[in-house]
């Protein structure tokens, strides 16, 4: 993550993977795009809970990001979001070999 122009950071779930993600990307001035997918409340004072801006408090994301979290449980959000983005690219494919040359 250090060397790398721009970084992003999906995180599903919380805990201690979402600090050692969040921490690599502190080393570099924080991530350029952030989605944090949990179902971690702000009031429990939980790292999982916390909501973006904390992240971008402790440089862990960039100040100029547009960070996201959704309130949702990972495994039944991943697997749409994945399916939409394959679904866009042949959707983008099928309609360029339709075009006329």
């Not at 001035?29 to 429990?44: K, L």
């Not at 100029?64 to 679904?87: G, I, R």
Request: charged share 20%; glycine share 10%.
């Amino acid at each position: 993550a250090v060397d790398a122009r721009r970084t992003g950071m999906l995180i599903c779930g919380g805990g201690l993977v979402k600090h050692h993600i969040c921490n690599a990307n502190l080393m570099r001035n924080g991530a350029d795009y952030a989605v944090f997918i949990n179902t971690g409340q702000e009031f429990d004072g939980s790292d999982s809970g916390a909501k973006p801006d904390e992240a971008v408090s402790w440089g862990k994301v960039r100040p100029e990001a547009t960070p996201v979290k959704v309130c949702a449980d990972a495994t039944l959000l991943l697997p749409l979001l994945v399916a939409q983005t394959f679904a866009r690219e042949r959707g983008a494919e099928a309609a360029a070999a339709a075009a006329p040359p």
